[in-house]
């Protein structure tokens, strides 16, 4: 069964309450339609009724609850919780009241007082206008330094990582990670590995060096990240600095990674900054054809994953399920 085939059936198992704050948008309706239709999840639209009913068209949507975060009866209720939440910032009441109008801050107020289970925005959103309210309203989660993001490829007829299933990080979020927060990165990856897939992750610290064979700066910090993920995690299949072929392809992880315990069979993808890791899944995703699900973040306190704003309605059935099975074990 495929990857999202077993996500599918495993939300179905155990329905979710999953808000869709984008719900004017034809392909989120589209989802939304067919989450309901092949029952992965209970579907919130926020947004207003008629504008909704009209873009939807001939979709059926009669099982979906909507909710007009304009004039809804929790808003007075989420404005307060907000500003409590907010104040030390310097945020006065009347600008909560008008900030969780906005339906991705009211998804996440949702969220927040357990009227809601999970939250999947980002096809009109950009990722920092998706992710900012979560830091903001939701935070990490308690074990969690760092919230950060990963994708889950399924790369066609392809013999690398578990069967063409991979999972590359950070693709959306962090910028430019230090070495702690790159090791953060790769530990908390590895375990997404684990709990969302059930595949032992194999990671590989990803730069444009294997093993010593150049320097920098920008190796030497892969190297220290490396060194202090398997420090704090020693259990781990780990290693780095390593390039991406000898992650991959055994034959020339013989070569530059000889004795290595994770070149050559990798399965989870560390990438040096988000220049490489945005640049590096788009272009799986676009000249393998993969199926490129996320980005999915990790370290949060409550399960809200993002989308690409070229995503099609598939991608975002496919997130929606893997943030139900997320909200699931969050329980
Ligand atoms: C997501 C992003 C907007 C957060 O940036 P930011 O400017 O630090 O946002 P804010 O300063 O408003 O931070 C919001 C809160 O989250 C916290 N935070 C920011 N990044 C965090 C992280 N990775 N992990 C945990 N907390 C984080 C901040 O400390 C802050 O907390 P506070 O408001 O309670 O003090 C920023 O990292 C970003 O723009 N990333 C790139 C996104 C992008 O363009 N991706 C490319 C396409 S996918
Ligand atoms: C994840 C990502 O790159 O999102 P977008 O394409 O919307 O910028």
Known sequence: MSFIEQMKQKARSDKQNIVLPEATDLRVLQAASIILQEQIANVILIGNKDEIRKAAGDLDLAEAIIIDSEHAEKGQEYAQAFYELRKSKGITLEQAAEQVKDPVYFGMMMLKQNDADGLVSGAIHSTADTVRPALQIIKTAPEAKLVSTF??????????????????ADCALNENPNAEELSEIAIASAHSMNSLLDLTPVVAMLSYSTFGSAKSELTEKV?????????????????????????????????????SKAAGQANVLIFPDLNAGNIGYKLTERLAKAQAYGPITQGLAKPINDLSRGCKAEDIVGVVAITAVQAQSGK
Do not use: C, W
């Open 151 to 168: 994708f889950v490829m399924v790369v066609p007829d392809s013999e690398y990582g578990h069967n063409g299933t991979l999972l590359f």
């Open 223 to 259: 190297i220290r990240a490396a060194a202090l993920a398997r420090q704090k995690a020693p259990e781990l299949l780990l290693d780095g600095e390593m390039q991406v072929d000898a992650a991959l392809v055994q034959r020339v992880a013989r070569l530059k990674a000889p004795g």
